[in-house]
């Protein structure tokens, strides 16, 4: 996605556009912008003229010094087409194939994306009309991004108001971003999720990961073009799509036999299991019945998987994971060396089950990198182009 097409309409909101083609315009992306008439009493075009830093078009019937059929020059233009505000008439023109301006007959002639950011009273909002026709484009294809709640130009606290600035772009940006296939040819082994470590047939030992981290990265690295296998211990999470071996463990000795078994054939490898690092030394085959006074559970070292891999690499990347409660940085270090790792996630364990995560990237004493709290999806995105 590098062009983009912001339709603004006369909602009183119209305003806000220029933050969103400021913002965007500082990502990198061309922008060009189509106003209606109503938005051009709102905001002047100069405005979005000078930030977009490109031609603002409001007429049909404007003098065309290139000769050519504007406005389907710009619907081929724009890979992504986001109208906001959009008001309950664009909506309701779109819907009922009328193209009277610049912008609908645009949005008519365009076969790319269209996202509509609603922003409107509250009670036109709520008009069933406006939601009949958001069901009949949603059919063919149109996004929206739903108002929020908030302080209305029409003096109410009620939903209507045009979503934050940032979480546009987010929305548009996640759907659209095209990934070079970077990964093309290359075998990642990566584990996921927690192991569970049998007391008796129905209790067991483990710990709060609930694997998102691990998913996330398979499905990044799908998306890379990457042929991934991924060894997951149990999660509440559906298998990524794309990838080319799934296998379901329990234990840290199983995800260790089936991850070892298949290590040598790998180009990289990511332990972002959160592996337990002892299990029960005796396992009762009859569930422990309750007695009196305490019960001692003795523990046994589990088998260290990365530490293995570590041992076994060749040619192959490898990279761990650490989750620390303290001295995140000086930790993962030490785990980068004892474990022989390329790479070291570190981050506070604290983010174990959230969908965000604050992270370093660490490849040795003088190469520390930190990125921000990010959406663990993005998040993986980051690592493995780090890889
Ligand atoms: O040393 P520590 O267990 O804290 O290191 C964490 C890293 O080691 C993670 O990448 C985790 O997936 C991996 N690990 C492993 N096998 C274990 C324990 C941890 O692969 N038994």
């Not at 302080?151 to 546009?168: H, M, S, T, W, Y």
Request: proline fraction near 3%; hydrophobic fraction near 40%; include cysteine.
């Amino acid at each position: 996605m590098k062009n983009i097409l912001i339709g603004v309409t006369g909602g009183i909101s119209a305003y806000k556009s220029a933050n969103i083609i400021s913002k965007l315009k500082k990502k990198g992306y061309n922008v060009k912008v189509i106003m209606t008439e109503n938005a051009t009493k709102i905001i002047t075009p100069l405005t979005l003229e000078t930030l977009s830093r490109n031609r603002v078009y409001v007429d049909m019937w404007d003098k065309n010094p290139h000769f050519e059929v504007e406005h389907i020059s710009l619907a081929d233009w724009a890979d992504v087409v986001l109208v906001a505000p959009a008001t309950y008439n664009i909506v309701g023109k779109v819907a009922n194939g009328i193209a009277d301006d610049m912008l609908s007959t645009v949005i008519s002639a365009c076969k790319k994306p269209v996202y509509f950011a609603l922003a409107m009273n509250v009670n036109m909002y709520e008009n069933p009309i406006l939601k009949d026709n958001i069901e009949k484009l949603k059919k063919y294809g149109y996004k929206f991004i739903e108002a929020d709640e908030g302080f209305l130009a029409c003096n109410v606290n009620a939903k209507g108001r045009l979503k934050d600035e940032n979480e546009i772009i987010e929305i548009i940006e996640k759907d659209n971003i095209y990934r070079e296939k970077v990964l093309t040819g290359k075998k990642i082994l990566i584990t996921a999720g927690r192991t569970e470590e049998a007391i008796d047939p129905i209790r067991y030992l483990s710990n709060r990961s609930s694997g998102q981290m691990g998913y996330a990265l398979a499905k990044s690295a799908v998306d890379l073009g990457a042929e991934v296998v991924l060894i997951s211990g149990p999660t509440n999470l559906e298998i990524p799509t794309g990838v080319k071996e799934f296998v379901q463990v329990r234990s840290a000795q199983e995800m260790y036999d089936e991850t070892i078994k298949r290590f040598s054939k790998m180009d990289i490898a990511i332990a972002c299991a959160a592996v337990a690092d002892y299990k029960p030394k005796y396992y009762s085959n009859e569930k422990i019945k309750k007695k009196d006074g305490e019960l001692t559970i003795v523990l046994d070292r589990n088998p260290d998987i990365l530490l293995e891999m570590g041992k076994l690499k060749k040619e192959q990347i490898l990279i761990g994971f650490a989750a620390e409660t303290e001295n995140l940085i000086e930790n993962a270090i030490g785990k980068l060396e004892r474990k022989n790792l390329d790479m070291i996630v570190a981050n506070d364990a604290s983010n174990m089950q959230k969908s965000t995560n604050e992270i370093y990237i660490i490849k040795g004493k003088d190469s520390i990198k930190s990125l921000p709290e990010k959406k663990k999806e993005e998040l993986a995105y980051d690592i493995l182009m780090n890889i």
